[in-house]
């Protein structure tokens, strides 16, 4: 009777432990899994590195444009070619904290012998232009007052012309020094 009651009470705890080594395991392995569910509340900060460029500052390049014109446009290169300066390599890594998403972006920019541009390869687009070299390229002419006033005057609308003051005195008026130095000590 004894024995029984004693294998009965061993059979219970065995089963208790088990279970409880069960729970924990359930236990274990959802808060190991469930860390991602809280994943959103965690602040993860965005971490850009590299250059990052403008498709403005990329379209403003040239053929034989010099090295120091495109560092100008550009900025510093993230990478200089180690056995020849020239092939300059500008390199941009942006990951999101929220959803982890990656944008890479390359530029890889080739000089000739005399340090002018030749070659533009990478993630973004060039202007149409960029085989002009810079001295052959001009800029878009400014319009002339006179084109101003004529289409201010077809529009009807007022000339963005600034003012002349008629006359030339200044609109704040100066003491002399010495009566300023007179002043200090009254």
Known sequence: ????????????MTIKKKSLTLLGAAALSLSISGCSVFDWLIYKPDIP????????????????MTKEQVEYILGKPVLRDSFADDT??????YKSGRDASIIHKELIIYF?????????VGDYDLA????????????????????V???????GEAPLIPEQRPDAKPLVEEDDPESQ?????E
């Open 1 to 12: 009777m004894m024995t029984d009651r004693f294998y009965e009470v061993a059979y219970s």
């Open 49 to 64: 590195q590299g250059n990052y460029m403008e498709t403005q500052q990329v379209e403003k390049l040239r053929i034989e």
């Open 88 to 93: 300059w390599y500008y390199v941009y890594h």
């Open 112 to 120: 000739d012998t005399s340090d002018k541009l030749t070659k533009v």
């Open 128 to 147: 149409e232009d960029f085989n002009t070299p810079l001295d052959q390229s001009r800029l878009p002419d400014a319009p002339s007052i006179e084109e």
């Open 149 to 155: 006033k004529e289409e201010t005057v077809e529009t």
């Open 181 to 185: 130095a007179q002043k200090k000590f």
